[in-house]
């Protein structure tokens, strides 16, 4: 699939810097000061032979000795020397290029002949050392060249796994790639490619159809579902069509004819939809998690994140565009942070990767950083890009007074921002914090305990060292284990420290419960107190009722006794009431009643 492959051989004139270099006089006085550092090395790990290491250990000897050497006068004269000879060695080549009238393009320049030479060096040591491929964050926000952008995707997005078994089923039962919903697949690939704007380039294109839709049919029928695939699918395949098939500018590759299925021989190979489906489901596994279906788990969390990445750096950058959004992105909802109401803006720009957005050339430009930084974990440019379209969108935007306008202004306009735009952008306000994150170091162990952990790659990023002699060794441990003393002393008073405040802190919670508890029995008796002296009054109320109440009916008694006998006066035709009492008030009535009926027959006896 690829116009270009990798060479097989190096360019002539790096195999010429190679033979100078390894006669020269610098290499011979480098290449011994590097063996010493790997003997000592050997030395102070007690190892016997460079022989008796495994693979991973030699290579983390030998970048360990470079990093030690790197600052010395030897490292820096053979710098020199290296330079003046790839300096030499590559305009010799070029001129000769521009002599030779048989391959003489009247377009290419000087300074494209060497970018292309040095395109051409970069992908045959690739080629030969893929583990170098961490060298390539040297690239980023740099276009890349059509062929090193194909090997560096296929570095990055390398599944031999995916690849291995797609092929084993194409080649046994080439059916079994094949989605269900097949036709479905192949009619939704052609009224994309034909109805999408930024797609004009691919429209009417079978090896790019049928490619597309072999690697469609086949994710599909990976999922073992009848549900329909959804339009980001669909729009995430197209940049490795760009890629594989090398489109640039407006340069397309011809209808070579009309494949019948996959194998035929045109631009489509077996190998090269392997290749296809390989990158196309590393990608959609390794995306991040905002860019996946609001089902996924971890998509609020990362679409938070990334919301709150774009709206904060936002309003650090344009603080007016950001408030002017906020306005606007709220008319048709609640009161929401920024953070929230431009969700519904940037998400499908996000979630397509800006395909649909930005025009082809910029998307691959995007695409090329956030491939390299795949193996990055906290590298993410996206939110970036994203900024980047609303503040170069500014003018626009501001004249937008609702969500839909908004949307469309993103859908028309972003498609005629220039790479170079968000190039200079992000140079501007993201460069050394997204190279920073792209060029971490993570450390990796080492044999000897006493050195501190080397990071596996980069080894030129960082100054290491100077070389410690092995008779100070010792002074080193000790030195180390002084420290360790000190910080596990320094833990144990701060543990102690904790102890004691906290016993301070339950201390002062006991009193302060004995307080209150103390108040709580106080106010308790003097409650007692106070209704004991109520009840004592009550009873002495009651004891001086019933007195009277006693008295009174004595009274009665006896003026009823008098009666009974004719010596008391005679009896009028009322009886004063007695003053009702609480204790003796029913008895009183009852007696009463009876001295009433006694009087009354006493009187008509007498009559």
Known sequence: MMATSVAESYPKWLSDCKSELSKSQEWKELREELESAIEQQLTESHVDQFSNLSHAERKMFLERALRAVKSGDQCERFNDTLNQSINKHVNSHVAHQLLDKSGFKPIATKSDLILDQANEASMALLARWPELK????????????????????????????????????LERDPESTMSVLDLDVVQKCEALLQSEPTFKLLAFNSDILHAMKAVLSYHHACKQTRTPLLDTDYLLVVPFLVNALMIQGHRIPGESGTLTGPGTDHLITRESLGTLVEQYSTLMAARPAYMKESYNQDFKEGMRQCMAKVSGTLEVLDNGL???????LNKEAKKLPLSESIKQVTRPMIRAMFIGYLSL?????????????????????????????FIYLKKQLLSCNSVSEVSAILKSEAVKLKREQLMHGINKHFHKELYSLLIKDSGMPVLDPTQMPMPWQDWHNEDLPPVIRAEDRQISRQRRREEELREMNLKKELHDQRLLDEDLRKQ?????????LTDAEKAYSARE????????????KRVEAAKRAERDIDRLAKEIEKLKRGQGPKPGPSVEPLPPSRVGKDLLNGVMKAANKLVAGSSGHGR
């Open 529 to 540: 107190a106070e209704l004991l002296k109520l009840l004592e009054e009550e009873k002495r």
């Open 361 to 389: 050339d910029t998307v691959m430009y995007v695409w090329d950083q956030h491939v390299i930084g795949l193996d990055a974990p906290e590298f993410d440019i996206i939110p970036a890009i994203a900024v980047l379209i």
């Open 134 to 169: 961490t060298k390539l964050h040297r690239c980023f926000n740099r276009v890349l060249p059509s062929g090193l952008r194909q090997l560096t995707w296929k570095l990055f997005l390398s599944n031999p796994t995916v690849k291995s078994k797609y092929l084993t089923r």
């Open 508 to 516: 002062q919670a006991r009193i302060r419960w004995q307080q209150q």
């Open 322 to 328: 950001a408030s002017h959004l906020k306005k606007v």
